[in-house]
């Protein structure tokens, strides 16, 4: 390890003492001048945050580490070179975004080795699946499921609501039939004055779920020591894995009891399989009826009211093509990923239902119903239910 000492690069806030670069690894060649070694310098800003830390990748003479050449000229040769690569390299340069991430991973990573200290990896990844859906998911559950509760118990006044909205058009000759009819219009207004549109609530949770999803997986990838992933491609990487350090040697005794090392594939294939069963047993219709709807080819059946859409029954279709696929598509990967998954699709299952199923029984819910007036200030009859809430 050579530590030289060079001038500040200008627009960084620095105290009097120039920074000290650090050449720590040596990488493959920089594709902007593939004739000298690439080397990371670490520049180390004295006096100031860590955010204002920055990693510089780029390539560097030989002359700056022969402590023979003349120190004047070695530093104006590393100066000018080292503005060369921070301005034309197109090498990653750490952001307030990567920090974040690396700061998240780092977050994960604590948490995983907390939990290993007390059990072995086969129950660490499980128990890590747990803490991840508690903090993203079950929040979310709870209260999609709650504004579900209120639509139950605003049934009745939904319809009385929703046929004299029809009827207060009716001589305009509208169909009360299909996704854009009067009778679909009415039940969004229902909602909106009620408060109980559950569908904004259910694309912010797979909005915000789906990162932690991604995060859980890739602080498993890197405790295994393998590639850096999805993320690690996206905030800079170079395709080899840049977390050996990270592996632990316990990863290949502390699996299953047909795959006893995480950190390659399952043997049997039994993982994949068995999670490929449980995300088709998540996206298969739940009764008859769905199986119906799911399948059908029209955009409306009869005058029934809040029927799903031609979009929502494409995207339960391709939910259930993905499930079949997607064991191919890790039949190979690490295990430890793979129980990660299966823990995660377990875990959102069953707690969801279990959720449901005491919420339901106990009649349950989380936010008070709107107590909006309906009536001839809206231009719409409603007789019997103004101003009546259950």
Known sequence: MTSLTCLPRRGLRTSTTPPI???FRAISPCPCCPHTPSLVALVTLTGALPRHYTTITGNFPFGVTRPSLNPQRQQSEHQRHLDFVLNNCQHPIPSSRRY???????ASHAVITSLHAVTPWYLTIPLFSLVVNLVCRYPFAIKVHSIRLRQ??????ESLFVRAYVAADRDQRESIEGPGSRVNVGVKEFKRLHGTTDRGWVVLSAALTFPAWVFGGETIRRVTGS??????????????????YLADPAMATEGLPWAMDLTTGDPYHVLPLVLGLAML????????????ELFSLSGHQGNSVGVSSMGSRVLKRYSLVF??????????????LQLYWLSTIVCSSVGSAAIMSYMTRNNAYLVWIRKTRLGPDKGIDYPGVMNKHP
């Not at 974040?100 to 780092?106: G, M």
């Not at 590639?227 to 050996?244: A, M, N, R, Y």
């Not at 047993?281 to 119906?292: D, G, T």
């Open 100 to 106: 974040f991430i690396e700061s998240t991973f780092a």
């Open 227 to 244: 590639s850096v992933g999805l993320v690690g491609l996206i905030v800079g990487g170079d395709g080899d894995s840049q977390f050996k």
């Open 21 to 23: 670069i650090t050449l």
């Open 323 to 336: 499930s079949a696929i997607f064991p191919m598509l890790i039949w190979n990967l690490e295990a430890a």
């Open 152 to 157: 139950a118990r605003l049934r009745s006044l």
């Open 281 to 292: 047993a998540r996206a298969a219709p739940r009764n008859k009826k769905e199986l119906i």
